[in-house]
């Protein structure tokens, strides 16, 4: 659905020593001014009439050509703005609204004796109410084909570095995007992964990340002086950061700015940035819930390799079958079936046959019995990092599962971070990031080739979301942050705040395959360390605070057996939503979302908290005028606590309308689920 888009285009006469530039959002509150009044681009952008980005530069370096920056003056400027309305195929809400003002600014060399500024390039700046965005822009011109970009001088200088509180994981390490998020002063932020989310002492919000993440390196923030973060972009194994070719276009920069925590939550500015769908009719992507052959290989219960304990057998994948085509699972996941997994299989990537089952997984047998349950097997592809050896495979892999009727595969990159093996053209190994630009290239190679076969995917492991699921709805979620396996095996397990810190960091960028839903809290016995850190109401919570299209019932099926009144939640609740409302939330405090289902009038709840117990006295004024529900909530007892009572849990009913409060206490590491039935009268 498209409301008519205004575009307003008045091209700027070439200027000498331009005046300042500004443009704002739509309702006034954000301003962005754009200069080359200094000895280099700028821009700063105030929100309510206060200052939040102050003076920061604008410019691009080159290895052989000369750099975009010092000495270049504004020569022409556009404005444009938009508001358009658009449908997301799947999402937290289907109808998304995007309306912004634009300013293109053109960047020239003066082209004076002894200055080196001699070319011409664009930043494009797009200013809603919720943020800004803004890109770099080269053309094709003289001496400009071939490039390769060794440097970005973007910079984001907060002005308030005393008061302000960051919450970050630090950046190209080692495990990737998989850290525990630290809340520190913004002076101790040094290297940082985006998102990267800031409280000022105003009580505005801000979240730097980027969006339309293609054919370019990953961008992460170092923090140069204090408050000053430059971007800082992912290399190639020879030190470029981005090779390409004019004209290109860079991802966008985007800063998403809001009044309070929960606002934050309610941004649309990543999608909005990114290119509308490209594959067409995506109707065969559907989201859904699953369950998997997953979490007792994580407790050591089953194996992913051959042998006595291997999990991935014909008769446990249909058992697993039956139990999801019972309460209505649309899917069971497997690991650990296909040839490749014996050994050290983090380390032996090159082993991996992706057409080649083990010899107690018939395949064959396994497609035949989920057309008689109704229930698809989810495919799963490790590639251990060893990408040219998986991009060998990829088509055969993808023809594969086509043929046998998986359309959702999950795939995985396990690797220490740099230890992507890559094959170039002469034959040699080079070892690249999870998130330089040739990876960027390839896990969107894969879901473009997935798409071929409509085939949707979920990958683990990953580059970080940048919006992407708008342009290609196949990419239906990914991993990209420390998810529940930390709590079987990690030191430390992930403690209370952790869900509640991911909502207003990672989930900011996209969904999250968090694998929610454990309901053994202790499986690895009563003194183990090892244990998800959690009441029974908080991972019930989770289904609709955590986004996914695809979320997993992440336990063994006989412990949902033995609580089945907690589980009836989780066989109630949808995974794809009509529209969504953060209602209230502190970052690493607490968080309460509602959403209503697609197409649906039922409305759910999820509210959690981190180790502090707390009430949460919420407004009900999302629910539908003159309409009554019967509101069927899953809390924490009364002497509930994560760590002493964590399944002390009550479930209840009572009629409510949008005019009532609805009362949650949480207990510490707590939390709350609730479905608003809608009823006939």
């Known amino acids: 659905m498209h409301t008519r888009t205004v575009l307003l285009l008045a091209l700027i006469a070439p200027l000498a020593g331009a005046a300042d530039l500004s443009v704002q959002s739509p309702d006034g509150a954000v301003v962005v001014t754009v200069s080359d009044n200094r000895a280099h681009p700028s821009y700063k952008v105030s929100y309510r009439g206060k200052e939040v980005i102050a003076n920061s530069r604008l410019g691009l370096v080159f290895k052989d050509q000369a750099a975009f920056g010092d000495g270049y003056r504004i020569v022409a400027s556009a404005p444009a703005s938009a508001d ?26 003066s082209g004076n004796a002894g200055s080196s500024a001699t070319g011409r390039f664009t930043v494009r700046f797009r200013v809603f109410d919720d943020g800004i965005g803004f890109r770099y822009e080269v053309p094709k011109q003289p001496g400009m084909d071939q490039v390769e970009i060794v440097d970005e001088s973007s910079e984001f200088v907060l002005p308030e570095v005393d008061a302000t509180r960051a919450w970050w994981i630090p950046a190209r390490a080692w495990r990737s995007l998989e850290y525990l998020y630290r809340n520190t002063s913004l002076r101790e932020a040094v290297h940082v992964e985006t998102p990267f989310t800031m409280r000022l002492a105003s009580g505005v919000h801000l979240s730097i990340h980027e969006a339309a993440l293609t054919d370019y390196a990953s961008m992460t923030l170092a923090q140069q002086r204090d408050g000053v973060f430059k971007a800082d972009l992912t290399p190639w194994y020879d030190g470029i950061k981005v090779k390409t070719r004019t004209d290109f276009k860079s ?24 290119e509308p769908n490209k594959l067409g009719d995506v109707s065969w992507v559907k989201p859904g819930k699953y369950v998997g052959i997953w979490w007792a290989m994580h407790l050591w219960q089953k194996t992913w390799s051959s042998g006595d304990k291997h999990g991935a057998t014909t008769a446990e994948t249909k058992r697993y079958m039956d139990f999801a085509a019972k309460y209505g699972f649309a899917g069971v996941l497997v690991e650990g079936w296909n040839v490749g997994w014996d050994g050290e299989w983090p380390d032996n990537g090159d082993l991996f046959k992706f057409t080649q089952p083990y010899p107690d997984f018939d395949m064959k047998a396994i497609a035949a019995y989920g057309k008689k349950t109704g229930v698809q097997l989810i495919g799963h592809h490790e590639t251990s990092g060893a990408v040219s050896h998986y991009a060998s495979q990829m088509d055969a892999a993808y023809d594969y599962y086509r043929d046998n009727g998986v359309t959702q595969v999950k795939t995985g990159y396990v ?49 970080k979301d940048t919006g992407l699921r ?85 336990d063994l099926p006989e412990n949902y057996e033995a609580r089945r009144d907690a589980f009836q939640f989780i066989v109630d609740v949808p995974t794809d939503w009509e529209q969504s409302r953060a209602i ?52 924490d007892g009364a002497k509930a606590h994560w760590d002493t009572n964590p399944y002390d849990i009550v479930i209840e009913t009572r009629e409510v309308g949008r005019e009532d409060m609805l009362a949650l206490w949480l207990a510490p590491g707590g939390g709350a689920a609730v479905r608003f039935k809608a009823l006939d009268k």
Do not use: C
Request: aromatic letters at 10%.
């Open 251 to 274: 991802p966008w920069r985007t800063v998403q700015i809001a009044p309070d925590a929960p606002s934050l939550l309610n941004s649309d500015l990543i999608l909005n940035l990114n």
């Open 84 to 109: 358009t309305q658009w449908t997301q195929p799947w999402g937290e809400r289907k109808l998304v609204r995007d309306k912004h003002n634009e300013l293109r600014v053109d960047f020239g060399g």
């Open 584 to 635: 209230a939330g502190e970052v690493g405090q607490y968080v309460a979302m509602a959403r209503q289902q697609r197409g649906g009038a039922d409305w759910f709840l999820g509210a959690l908290s981190n180790e502090t117990a707390r009430t949460l006295n919420l407004k009900l004024d999302f629910l539908a005028p003159s309409k009554r529900y019967l509101a069927q909530i899953y809390r």
């Open 470 to 554: 708008r342009t290609y709805p196949n990419w239906i979620t990914r991993e990209g942050a420390r998810g529940q396996e930390y709590n079987a095996w990690g030191f430390p397990p992930n403690p209370p705040e952790h869900t509640a810190i991911l909502p207003f960091t990672r989930m900011l960028s996209g969904p999250f395959d968090y694998t929610p839903g454990i309901f053994n809290l202790k499986p690895n016995g009563e003194t183990s360390e090892n244990r998800v850190r959690s009441t029974l109401a908080k991972e019930l919570s989770l289904y609709v605070v955590l986004y996914s299209p695809i979320h997993m019932a992440a």
């Open 415 to 463: 690797a220490d971070n740099a230890k992507i093996k890559r094959i170039d053209e002469q034959g040699r190994v080079r070892y690249e990031w999870h998130d330089g630009q040739y990876m960027a290239g390839e896990y969107l190679r894969s879901v473009e080739q997935a798409a071929k076969r409509h085939i949707s995917i979920d990958t683990h492991e990953p580059i």
